[in-house]
């Protein structure tokens, strides 16, 4: 068993990492003070632009796109090596595109989708967003109420969305609608590719979020989509969604890694140099135990993050697993984060270091994509067998 990255997807993560170390990590700062004064965490348009000029003169756009639509098709193990560095910062960038709702399409899309949608998504030339979860129906997928109902050759959607990021950027959203209300447990929701410019497409709200970031709310009034916008088989968008799920939750877990490494570093250079009651912090053993238990752990999360993947390529069944690290690395993530701001004292307080921020990110992954409870429920259920 050999639990070394190939050489490649190493020189890979290593590039990243020099990406993030000389792109992102400068850009904390302003970040930083724009979310201080309540504005939330972005990067404005002209560094987007740069950064995304960075990121793509790499070769860092469409890691793991098919070929044969400009992407690389790098497996899951080499991802994972690249949401670790990404998680490093507090700078808010995802390399182009974003893998979640790419690998749904690559699950589910025809060959007109792939053209009209797909590759221009991997090109960086549209933006794209995810309608799962409702009013009232979160994590329960068999409480949703939005309807898509068939009209001739196009489908009229109603319903409403909630908790959508990039809803009013985003080209288009994959929407999830229930298509056959009798359909026994989750087999009668389907998926819809809706454009921005959709009559009926209504973003009701922004709600801005704990972590700097906001997600919309929106409202379908007979919303009007064609046929062939349909992804994937009626009645069967549940697996390719799935897909999508599964995808950010390891992505998740290996942020989380990252996370934790940065919060690590920082306690690493910060304890000796600290000095309380005439000894450096190094020399307290609450935080060498602190140092010890967040290096212990966060060897831990990575192999479980790599295991995860390295089953998901060979294309083996990860829901156990998958529930597994999203649960255990947002949670142990947040814990050494929220012990490296104890360890800073007054300044681990502050809005002008990124620990804050990394915690508040954190919170907010140990709910989304499913609670951290509703994963360890679905480990124990399945291996007490009370499906029921």
């Known amino acids: 068993m050999n639990f070394e990255l190939a050489e490649e997807h190493r020189m890979l993560k290593d590039l990243v990492r020099k990406f993030v170390d000389a792109q992102l990590m400068p850009l904390e700062s302003d970040v930083l003070v724009r979310e201080t004064a309540g504005q939330g965490s972005y990067l404005t348009k002209d560094e987007q632009a740069r950064v995304d000029t960075v990121s793509k003169d790499l070769g860092l756009w469409g890691l793991d796109a098919p070929e044969e639509v400009g992407g690389m098709n790098l497996p899951m193990v080499a991802m994972v ?65 939005t309807t898509a109902v068939q009209d001739g050759d196009d489908w009229i959607i109603n319903g409403r969305k909630i908790w959508i990021t990039k809803a009013d950027e985003a080209h288009f959203t994959i929407l999830m609608a229930v298509t056959d209300k009798n359909a026994e447990g989750r087999n009668g929701m389907s998926a819809f590719l809706v454009d921005r410019d959709t009559p009926g497409f209504n973003v009701l709200r922004k709600i801005p979020m704990i972590d700097g970031t906001a997600t919309y709310e929106i409202a379908l009034d007979d919303c009007r989509v064609p046929g062939w916008k349909l992804l994937g088989k009626r009645g069967q ?16 877990a290996s942020w989380s890694i990252g996370m934790a490494q940065r919060a690590l570093d920082m306690m690493v250079e910060y304890a000796p140099q600290r000095v309380t009651f005439g000894k450096p912090l190094s020399s307290r053993q609450t935080v060498q135990n602190w140092v010890s238990d967040a290096a212990t752990r966060i060897h831990a999360m990575r192999l479980m993050t790599y295991d995860c993947a390295w089953k998901m390529d060979a294309g083996r ?34 809005r002008e270091m990124p620990l804050y921020l990394l915690s508040n990110k954190l919170r907010t992954m140990r709910i989304y994509d499913g609670p951290t409870e509703i994963h360890n429920w679905v480990v124990a259920r399945d291996l007490l067998g009370t499906r029921d």
């Open 81 to 145: 090596g690249v949401g670790e560095e990404l998680g490093r910062t507090v700078t808010p960038y995802t390399i182009p595109p974003d893998s979640p709702n790419l690998r749904m399409m690559m699950a589910a899309a025809d060959a007109k989708q792939r053209e009209h949608y797909l590759a221009p998504y991997v090109r960086g030339e549209t933006i794209s967003a995810i309608g799962i979860s409702e009013p009232g129906a979160g994590a329960d997928p068999q409480l949703m109420k």
């Open 237 to 252: 968008g549940f697996l390719p969604m799935q897909v999508r799920l599964g995808t950010r939750r390891i992505e998740m």
């Open 317 to 350: 069944d990860t829901r156990q697993e998958i529930s597994m690290i999203k649960s255990y690395c947002t949670e142990t993530a947040y814990d050494i984060v929220d012990h490296a701001m104890q360890m800073f004292g007054g300044m681990g307080m502050t």
